[in-house]
């Protein structure tokens, strides 16, 4: 199976990098490409719930976790060739945390999406190399040279 460069950015910037604003971007771009799929929406507003986590915007968090997980309960938990089942377990144990707390802010952290399809993990690996790191923490994200580089990795 093959698997779409945009997802598969997303995943290294998701789980390498952190880079929740990049997911967002990358996402975006392939769920207007596959006819705005509520899966890939739900996978792009669980990485807006934890860029709004990081920043401790803990309303917007709740909002777009609760949202991602509805749209994320309707797909197998091997949907993407992802643990999707697990994702959805770590989305409702944060949402459950922010919800206990909502005016104190509970200690962030990251979550990662453990992929569980050799042919996907193949080829997180070899984009990883030629993905440069990012800096997830800019106050103002940049756009610029690392969107010229995401082209560059898309099958001709």
Same mark, same amino acid.
Request: glycine letters at 4%; hydrophobic letters at 35%; charged letters at 25%.
């Given at each position: 199976?093959?698997?779409?460069?945009?997802?598969?950015?997303?995943?290294?910037?998701?789980?390498?990098?952190?880079?929740?604003?990049?997911?967002?971007?990358?996402?975006?771009?392939?769920?207007?490409?596959?006819?705005?799929?509520?899966? &890939?929406?739900?996978? =792009? #507003?669980? +990485? /807006?719930?934890?860029?709004?986590?990081?920043?401790?915007?803990?309303?917007?968090?709740?909002?777009?976790?609760?949202?991602?997980?509805?749209?994320?309960?309707?797909?197998?938990?091997?949907?993407?060739?992802?643990?999707?089942?697990?994702?959805?377990?770590?989305?409702?144990?944060?949402?459950?945390?922010?919800?206990?707390?909502?005016?104190?802010?509970?200690?962030?952290?990251?979550?990662?999406?453990?992929? &569980?399809?050799?042919? =996907? #993990?193949? +080829? /997180?690996?070899?984009?990883?190399?030629?993905?440069?790191?990012?800096?997830?923490?800019?106050?103002?994200?940049?756009?610029?040279?690392?969107?010229?580089?995401?082209?560059?990795?898309?099958?001709?």
């Amino acid at each position: 199976m093959s698997y779409d460069p945009l997802f598969v950015a997303y995943l290294i910037y998701f789980n390498r990098d952190q880079d929740y604003f990049e997911c967002h971007e990358v996402l975006e771009e392939l769920w207007l490409k596959e006819n705005r799929n509520p899966l &890939i929406k739900g996978l =792009l #507003q669980v +990485a /807006v719930g934890m860029f709004h986590f990081r920043r401790h915007n803990l309303s917007g968090s709740r909002k777009m976790l609760r949202s991602a997980a509805e749209k994320l309960a309707h797909y197998p938990g091997d949907s993407l060739g992802i643990n999707l089942g697990k994702l959805r377990d770590e989305v409702y144990v944060l949402i459950t945390a922010l919800e206990s707390q909502p005016e104190s802010p509970i200690p962030y952290y990251d979550i990662q999406i453990e992929m &569980i399809d050799i042919h =996907l #993990q193949q +080829a /997180v690996a070899r984009s990883d190399k030629a993905c440069p790191p990012h800096l997830p923490l800019q106050i103002h994200p940049q756009r610029g040279d690392k969107h010229a580089l995401r082209d560059q990795l898309r099958p001709k």
